[in-house]
């Protein structure tokens, strides 16, 4: 079946812009994470939904960040005035149930001038 | 102290001997654990997952966990050239959040 979507694969932004990621977990899945991993270097959470409860944002590095669940299917994270330490690939994850194996989407390569 | 801490590596092994990767974790509630591949430049991928003491078998990878001692290795039999990547140890706890160590890096010699 289809594995985890994300769009676009690359983005390059200008500072200050704002930015939207955009991820379309496997079916049926219905836990979905947002990570950050900088080059070199390890996963960095930010956002964690679990079904309809209220999703856990403890990872979110400033309020410049925001994530949206719609449906409890596809999901957005929104950049706000975008900064060049923001240049990262953004990978989203999904699960059949919070606690599960994740499975990871390609990424977005997010590159700010 | 890190949530969960792996060497960074990189881990040297010749083709054919075995690798064998160590992930500690701190929280006595984690519940689940993975192993999860990473190649250059792509995502990760699940190679495992355990949840109880002992040892689990997948082929040529072996995971341990031993949850008196907070510790959960990945054993890989007959390296090949090709398992040459980041291997990522992953531990949840009843929160259902993963918490993703560092990575080891390990390369496999011809």
């Known amino acids: 079946g289809a594995g985890v979507s994300q769009s676009p694969s690359n983005k390059v932004t200008e500072k200050g812009k704002d930015v939207e990621l955009r991820c379309d977990p496997i079916?049926?899945?219905?836990?979905l994470y947002w990570y950050r991993q900088s080059l070199g270097q390890g996963l960095e959470f930010l956002i964690y939904?679990?079904?309809?409860?209220?999703?856990?944002k403890s990872g979110l590095p400033s309020d410049r960040f925001s994530a949206e669940r719609t449906g409890g299917s596809v999901s957005t994270l929104t950049i706000q005035r975008t900064q060049q330490e923001d240049s990262a690939v953004y990978l989203c994850a999904s699960s059949p149930h919070s606690g599960y194996e994740q499975y990871f989407g390609p990424g977005t390569r997010l590159t700010v001038t | 102290q890190k949530e969960v801490e792996q060497n960074s590596g990189p881990l040297s092994v010749p083709e054919g001997a075995i690798a064998s990767l160590n992930c500690t974790y701190s929280?006595?509630?984690?519940?689940?654990f993975f192993w999860y591949r990473q190649y250059s430049g792509k995502s990760p991928e699940l190679i495992m997952f355990i949840y109880s003491n002992g040892d689990k078998e997948d082929g040529r990878f072996t995971a341990q966990l031993n949850k008196a001692s907070q510790y959960v290795s990945l054993l890989i039999r007959d390296s090949q050239p090709s398992d040459s990547a980041t291997y990522l140890c992953?531990?949840?706890?009843?929160?259902?959040?993963?918490?993703f160590g560092d990575g080891t890096t390990l390369t496999v010699k011809p």
């Open positions: 992953a531990v949840n706890t009843n929160a259902g959040k993963s918490t």
């Open positions: 079916s049926g899945h219905t836990a």
């Open positions: 939904f679990q079904g309809n409860s209220a999703p856990d």
């Open positions: 929280d006595r509630g984690s519940q689940s």
